[in-house]
């Protein structure tokens, strides 16, 4: 929903919607697939200065703990390229 709202120019509303799932559930939820590193980042491009950055490093963190967890080598991988692009 999130992505529909920055899409429509709702930047705002998708911050506090970005803010309240993360709010319930700050490091996502590895049983329904959600490593939660997408809203961090997603919101990261919605903020600026500290709050950006403190964004953007919560989510590499999610993205490598994500990588860690994973027993599947591609799925690994994936992962590790995804948080060295954020950078």
Do not use: H, M
């Not at 709202?5 to 993360?22: F, P, Q, T, V, Y």
Request: aromatic content about 6%.
């Amino acid at each position: 929903l999130a992505a529909v709202l920055i899409d429509n120019g709702k930047n705002e509303e998708a911050a506090l919607l970005l803010r309240k799932s993360i709010k319930l559930r700050p490091e996502g939820d590895f049983e329904t697939g959600d490593d939660g590193y997408l809203k961090y980042l997603t919101l990261a491009q919605l903020l600026e200065g500290k709050a950006a950055l403190s964004c953007y490093r919560k989510g590499v963190d999610l993205l490598r703990q994500a990588a860690d967890r994973t027993p599947d080598l591609e799925e690994k991988e994936s992962l590790k390229k995804r948080a060295a692009e954020a950078y």
